[in-house]
């Protein structure tokens, strides 16, 4: 059994399970009350504040703990709007950004809030240039992982975070992924984390706004927190988040190189393990337990089964995998392929063995799914085609991801070279697929065209 | 040591512990997760969801948990005050609900929506009818606790629930206070409450919505909890949370007959043993476990901690022991006196030595305190009296509660019958403690005037 999730949850740190399991007894009083109980929930409560912002890299006055990273983000972007409003309402945040905070820009978009999505090379990271450009009198904040939750690209934070300086607008920064392995570097304004991501209890998130910055918390008032996060503070869970980021902390180095050596193994030896891959995300510039990568010709849900039967847990960016049936927001930004997509995320405690396993377990399954569907090496075929000599159509309406592509590969050495190929499909996945098969395979991308039900994906042989 | 404070929060339970360190090792992975740890994670929530459903009396998709009892009370109103926006945005609360309610009531004042507060008796209930007179066509909402968290009197939750759904508008009960004890009964459409009030852990609130009830979830979209509480499920507690809930219902019959019978001690037995005490609260539709009484002449503060010092964690109305220095606004809509407030709220397990010990030692602590300032009995007195025959001016600006009400008393023999009293007094409390004085004392308060500063309160010698 191998979990490679650690991106999603971290299975709870011993120094977690020790802190709270100690403070079940001193921390379950209001820390708000005057008696001794209370005065004690107080400390402890103190005490994780402290040893959070050590580890952040501010004061203890500037973090609160919130609900999750999820309410820390929804929190800390709507205080930040509100506290600028008189500047003006222009949010801005890049397209690869973890679905809280995109979730926050659409309500405030929704709201008559102008919103300027960043776009992300296929890498999946910004440019400060973009950010700079993004910039507008009236913008009242912009928003910056520190890096990608899907794919481990990091992100030019302190260089963005200079520019934003430069114009007077404050940078929140989403540190979840990257916060167990080291502070968020750079002159940012505010900081949101989840505490389960470095292997504390959930209940817990971070939220730092610095000193000066213009805060306006929304939502019914309330005491607690100063004000930013309403309600009965989680105790134990925060005593347990704050000792486990000071452990995690203390090794991270180490668990770091680690890491970085086994993601690199799998970047490395995947594709020439399996045909017709792409990794993607930045090979250099990353997190250290974060691999991803995408198969053609393979249905990601039924991956993410075959790989859990073998005894691995892992994640997904295809749209057979999310319950809206589109592909990833981050990869779709990216421009690469989603099909088959896995992510491998590893926790510090990852066993080299358990990695060889995957490497030499992947290989055999990938297979299994591809010659399930029918990919491009088997002959057979349920999509019509239509031929008019060099232009075929391929009918794959209704049928879904990674069906339309298996049937592109599959007719493309029926046209001569300069003919072109239709692939008339109505699945999301297909916009972002056929594109990304077309780079992969060195053919052209002509472009989308509206058809009778779905889209025209139009492909002209090159080779 | 007696900790006499489970209306704030309650030690944890041995049944959540256990179910806590149980599913720690279990219910840390993403119950969004199709992989072995995300299924074991969602069948562990999933039997959560059951187990609460049932102690409620509800569906166990009409239930989410949400990260803390404030948390469902917000989420609850406005998710239901927009579900109904079609119909108007007529608010209903009761003057004596849990700040949470209030708050968000504020919060819709502030955006222009109308709010009724329905005043409640001098026990602290409302009357069934004054829902009924205050139901508008433009109603969206009516909120109700179930019973007060400051006095424990029990509301008429099901005739009100009967009220409005006669009218067709949803009834919000907050339940914190008494789910422990019983199901809420009556045709309520929502229902909130808080883990950490039965024994549970922190951090795990509850909101239920009726199905039929129109419901739009606020703030930024995220797929848990069907939509109605952000973030990551805080699993291991919500566990912990049903299954001490479960536990504490299996004993409630026999713990509510024996703290029932431990606060009527306390009701019947501390105006016999401290001299100028009021009682307050219903003394038979009430809590079992809470009794709270006032005491003329008291600081609420020095109280806590005398009482602290011998060894009781109680809490307290009185303004001086907020952090706004403004009484209970419970007390305060009862129109009771609010110096010197102490409210005991025992905890299943107290034991019947402690209750006595508690009554042994109050009336001593209590003595010593009015010695300290001065109370009337004493000849000291730093107020300026101006005498003007028969009408007395006491000038007591600037001083804090209780030495408004001391001062009163001291010099109400001065004047003869018929003569008045004024009192210039700046203090918040002022305004409550004085007309409750009068009450208590059989005098008439005449009523309140503006003065330089502060206000004037005049009292005239009935006997």
């Known amino acids: 059994m191998a979990y490679f999730d650690a991106a999603s949850a971290a299975p709870l740190h011993p120094v977690a399970r020790q802190a709270l399991l100690a403070s079940l007894d001193e921390g379950w009083a209001d820390p708000a009350r005057l008696y001794r109980e209370g005065r004690r929930a107080r400390m402890l409560l103190d005490a994780a504040r402290e040893a959070a912002a050590e580890a952040v890299g501010c004061r203890p006055d500037e973090l609160v703990f919130a609900p999750s990273g999820t309410r820390a983000v929804h929190s800390g972007i709507a205080g930040a709007l509100a506290g600028r409003r008189r500047v003006g309402r222009h949010l801005i945040v890049s397209a690869v950004e973890h679905s809280s905070v995109l979730h926050s820009a659409e309500v405030h978009r929704a709201d008559g809030g102008p919103v300027t999505e960043v776009a992300v090379d296929r890498a999946g ?6 950010y700079a450009e993004a910039l507008r009198p009236d913008t009242a904040l912009a928003c910056l992982q520190s890096a990608n939750h899907e794919v481990g690209t990091a992100q030019p934070v302190a260089e963005v975070a200079g520019i934003c300086r430069a114009a007077g607008v404050p940078l929140l920064v989403d540190a979840a992924q990257s916060l167990a392995w080291a502070p968020v570097e750079g002159d940012w304004s505010l900081l949101t984390a989840s505490a389960h991501k470095w292997g504390g209890p959930s209940g817990v998130g971070l ?45 991270a180095a180490e668990d770091a190189a680690r890491l970085r050596e086994l993601t690199e193994r799998i970047r490395a030896r995947v594709p020439r393990l399996v045909p017709e891959v792409e990794v ?13 990568f995408s198969c053609l010709y393979v249905d990601g849900e ?7 039967r073998a005894g691995f847990s892992v994640s997904s960016g295809s749209s057979c995998t999310s319950s809206t049936l589109t592909p990833s927001h981050v990869l779709r930004a990216m421009g690469v392929l989603s099909e088959g997509n896995i992510r491998v995320s590893l926790p510090p405690e990852t066993a080299e063995e358990d990695v060889e396993r995957f490497l030499s377990v992947l290989p055999g399954v990938v297979a299994g799914v591809r010659e399930k569907l029918g990919a491009p090496v088997s002959a057979a075929g349920a999509a019509a085609v239509e031929d008019r000599g060099d232009a075929l159509v391929v009918d794959a309406v209704g049928r879904r991801c990674p069906i339309p592509v298996i049937e592109l590969a599959k007719v493309i050495g029926d046209v001569p070279v300069g003919g072109t190929v239709r692939v008339l499909a109505d699945d999301e996945a297909a916009r972002l697929d056929i594109p990304a098969w077309c780079e992969m395979r060195g053919q052209e991308y002509v472009g989308e065209e509206p058809a009778d039900r779905g889209s025209a994906y139009v492909v002209r042989r090159v080779s």
């Open 207 to 251: 939220l730092v706004v610095r000193k000066g910055v213009r805060f306006a918390p929304q939502g019914p008032a309330d005491e607690r927190e100063s004000g930013r996060a309403a309600g009965f503070e989680n105790l134990p869970a925060i005593v347990a988040a704050a000792a486990s980021l000071r452990a995690v902390r203390a090794r």
């Open 280 to 292: 993607v995300g930045d090979p250099e510039r990353r997190l250290p337990g974060i691999v991803t």
């Open 125 to 130: 990271a910004v440019s400060p240039s973009s």
């Open 302 to 308: 039924t991956l993410l089964h075959e790989l859990d």
